[in-house]
């Protein structure tokens, strides 16, 4: 396969994507309206930028009649959001934040979920999430069908029983987040294994010995 991305539609761009960079992992972004109204919703289109400054970048698209959906309008009049991991324990309540109910429908309650108010920003988290960051919004990049969004974490949440002994590191028996392949899969990082690298001066007198 041999493939003019330039040439070929947005639909097929998306699947190719979509179906060959992965996992990639889930956001389920929590926001909150003018009307004081929450909402949340997933996204794939996501992934950590830079540790300093601490930045989350969120890829977000309209609904398909062009309109801005509820999360993307929420970010952009409150210049905050809350991205909550998901785990097997919210896979279903996050496929019910994806439903996009309305904007008149609080999709954190539809789910049966709890939202607590951010300790930094106007934005809620969600209870029921193994961690969870507080965003600002730093920028916005505009492009006609998407909208990159950048936050820096000001704030980070994290159940004390998703950390090892010294309080910082990850537990890998106890988080375990999910995330996206193509179409409907998901993976669970419940089979992790470790990777070391291996010592510079053995693999270059390897590769000196081979040559």
């Known amino acids: 396969m041999d493939i003019d991305f330039t040439a070929i539609s947005a639909r097929e761009r998306y699947r190719y994507l979509t179906g060959f960079v992965g996992p990639r992992p889930i956001a389920l972004v929590s926001t ?19 540790h300093d400054p601490a930045l989350l970048v969120l890829g977000m698209q309209p609904r398909r009649d062009g309109t801005e959906k509820d999360s993307m309008r929420n970010i952009r009049d409150s210049g905050a959001f809350v991205v909550n991991m998901v785990d097997m ?3 279903q309540q996050m496929l019910v934040c994806g439903l996009d109910p309305g ?45 990159i969004v950048f936050g820096e974490v000001v704030h ?23 995330a996206r392949l193509h179409d409907d899969n998901y993976i669970a990082s419940d089979r992790q294994f470790e990777l070391l690298p291996p010592d510079l001066g053995e693999t270059l007198s390897k590769r000196k010995a081979a040559e």
């Open 32 to 50: 909150c309206g003018r009307d004081g109204r929450d909402n949340a919703a997933p996204m794939s289109f996501f992934n950590v930028f830079s």
């Open 89 to 91: 324990r919210l896979a």
């Open 103 to 147: 904007p008149d429908v609080d999709e954190i309650a539809l789910a049966g979920l709890t939202a607590a108010p951010g300790a930094a920003v106007a934005a809620p988290r969600i209870v029921e999430s193994p961690c969870a960051f507080e965003c600002r919004v730093e920028r916005i990049i505009d492009y006609p069908r998407r909208a």
């Open 156 to 178: 980070f949440w994290a159940d004390d029983t998703c950390l090892g002994p010294d309080g910082r590191s990850v537990d890998p028996g106890h988080y375990q987040p999910i």
